[in-house]
């Protein structure tokens, strides 16, 4: 991957999201058919960014939202992949090893104001840390233009989750990345409203790592651990708990094991609304109450819930 580094001349990162708050910055899921995948993020509602090329091998598109976005991950160049090293962690590698068993969300991502300290403070903490990377890429803009968009991200993992990633992302260009275009849905998203961990473990045991991850505190559920933050939050529960909690996971043939990220939940204003236009396109759901589900098996292992709580 591209060296460490940080831009002497780029605007400043406190334009971005993380000037509001540490929050959820991303999840990033991992599927074999990127075309697909974006065809099938756009009849759930969704607008998708252009396709963008990194240079280890991947590609991408994007689902932004307010301050938050779902990136969709395939891999392009299977010759450019790098391996993982020593003391390095790589993106493309995780993202290959974990199609190697199925699809879904392989990656959880927190908006940074520095990546380097949040490093150095994971460290500190105990958790394994690898060195920050610095890379830049081109992202087109709604009016067809070009421009450059550059990031720091940080990652740590624990040995007791090698399918799950965790990183920080700072981002030097916030201006050329969020775009209001983008940012507007059918099914009327606004944001990540969390991202579920299910372990095999009492998920208390997972509270030292949450808390050093997210650089906050977390608080007791009756079937876990959480996280609130900015935008959204971070849910660690036992895999029984999230199959309860979200009953399309228990007939799903896709759904994700323990040790792996179980759900995805995006808040939307209205799942009268989401409903309506699921229904529209043919795609199967389940509605209770102020939530819309979407099964991991009709969503490349991705378990979704439309939820305007």
Known sequence: MPTPSSPASSASSDQGPDALGRGIDHVAVVVNDLSAAAARFEALGFTTTPRAYH??????????????????????????????????????????????????MAMLVLSSRDAEADAKAWQAAGLATYEPVYFERQATLPSGEQVKVAFTVAFTTDERLPACAFFVCQQFFPEHFWKPHYQQHANGARNIGAAILGVHEEPAQYRDFLEAYT???????????????????????????AVAQFPLLADASTTAPAGHFAQLVIEVDSTDAVAAHLRAQDIPFRQSGADVDISPDDLFGLGLRFSAQ
């Open 215 to 241: 650089g906050g505190a977390s608080v007791s559920m009756d079937n876990g651990v959480s996280a609130a933050l900015a935008c959204g939050r971070v849910e660690v529960v036992s895999r029984e708990s």
């Open 55 to 104: 240079p280890w091998g991947t590609a991408n598109h994007l689902v932004q939202f307010g301050r938050s976005f779902i990136e969709i991950v395939g891999i392009a160049d299977a010759d450019k992949l790098i391996p993982h090293s020593a003391g390095a962690f790589s993106f493309s590698a995780h993202a290959r090893d974990y199609l190697a068993e199925r699809q879904g």
